[in-house]
């Protein structure tokens, strides 16, 4: 069991956080697999099309008149004209800063949904380590309790034990059995969730042991790394440069936009061609727009604070279950070796010093310690992989 513990040490390190070699293959499938994925892609690339596409000018405007004269004798008239409009916002560039900051939102928000996906196909690969840890133990549980019924079964047919004695014994073998066929279901069951996850193909995964992992000894200074990178938050801060660029944007509107263009008009016998420009003054048509902006700014900004607020307490927390359950863990441990007594328990059982049931009762204390140990190897991993899904 030596090799199924996990050796936990604390250094001083940088974001870069250790990660299995096997799983990270895994997260790779998915990540090229997963259909939400592929349509989270998509639909940001469409976003970002449609960000872009309000931020050109005007469709110019093309005008032909032929107007019939009354009477006949004034003749026909022909007009024609060609216009322009500019807007500040548009010559400025200010529309186009707009949907550039616009799709780093969009980048952030694909960046968030794909760290959740990663993150849940992760603790998914970390249940089925201690599964398949536990299923390897649960085998050799299984082959002691075929070989202890087997001998019992030959000291029951030379009278030499009773048929309640026998019954116990087979009663531990159909429950070690009992609990395989559990672990083999879930086992199964996680397998399923991994290949929905990956787009709908299988997924081999036969790991049972976790790769050593480094916890950052300071959390505040680790917080400050981690919270640089986590898109939650960059999405909320970027939140606040959008709507700051909105406020730019809303004044710009609020600026008279000109047009101009050639115009030209024939009669008979005369022709008037030249120039021609336009003024448009936004006198109701953006009011309290930039109010408006303004006010999205404060509320993005509110929103920013009370994100990196949560995100650090429920980091904290985090951080402070995962190293105490470092800490269950070495008990654990600790305890596991002092208990090991099994070899020395079968010779006393072998050789009558102890009951069947003083053999199976410290046996079954000596496994309860196994379990623990394995249950909290996991959770310490689960807990670890939520604490550093900014890598993912």
């Known amino acids: 069991m030596k090799a199924n513990i996990i050796t936990l040490l604390i250094f001083f390190v940088s974001i870069g956080l250790n990660a299995q070699t096997s799983i990270n293959s895994v997260l790779a499938s998915i990540e090229e697999h997963n259909t939400t994925l592929k349509s989270l892609r998509e639909g940001a690339e469409a976003q970002k099309l449609e960000n872009k596409t309000d931020i050109y000018l005007e469709n110019p405007e093309v005008g032909f008149n032929y107007l019939w004269g009354s009477p006949t004798a004034i003749g026909n008239r022909t007009d024609f004209s060609v216009m322009q409009s500019f807007d500040m916002a548009t010559i400025t560039g200010t529309k186009s800063k707009a949907a550039d900051k616009q799709n780093v939102l969009v980048d952030w928000q694909y960046k968030a949904d794909r760290m959740n996906i990663l993150l849940e196909a992760k603790q998914y690969c970390i249940d089925l380590i201690y ?23 030959g000291r029951l047919n030379s009278g030499d034990v009773s048929r309640l004695e026998y019954n116990k014994v087979q009663l531990n073998l159909s429950t070690v059995q009992g609990e395989i066929s559990r672990v083999d279901v879930e086992r199964n069951a996680l397998l399923e969730q991994l290949k929905r996850l990956n787009g709908g193909k299988d997924i081999l995964f036969e790991d049972n042991r976790y790769d050593e992992v480094l916890l950052p000894p300071h959390f505040d200074a680790w917080f400050e790394q981690a919270s640089q990178k986590n898109p939650v938050l960059a999405y909320a801060r970027q939140e606040i440069e959008v709507s700051k660029q909105q406020v730019t944007l809303s004044r710009m509107k609020s600026l008279p936009s000109l047009s101009a263009g050639y115009m030209s008009e024939k009669v008979v016998g005369e022709q008037f061609q030249g120039v021609s420009v336009g ?56 305890s596991l070796e002092m208990a090991n007594n099994t070899e020395l328990l079968k010779k006393a059982l072998d050789a009558g010093e102890i009951s069947l049931l003083e053999y199976m009762v410290e046996m079954g204390l000596y496994y309860d310690i196994i379990n623990q140990v394995l249950g909290t190897e996991r959770d310490f991993q689960k807990a670890f992989a939520e604490l550093s899904a900014v890598e993912l």
């Open 279 to 334: 003024i448009s003054i936004p006198l109701w048509e953006n009011k309290n727009r930039v109010k408006q902006a303004k006010a999205s700014v404060r509320a993005a900004e509110s929103r920013a604070v009370d994100s990196r607020l949560q995100f650090y307490n429920q980091l904290q927390l985090l951080y402070n279950r995962t190293a105490g359950l470092k800490v269950a863990t070495e008990k654990y441990q600790q």
């Open 131 to 153: 599964y398949n840890a536990l299923r390897k133990e649960l085998d050799l549980r299984l082959q002691h309790a075929r070989t202890i019924a087997a001998g019992y079964e």
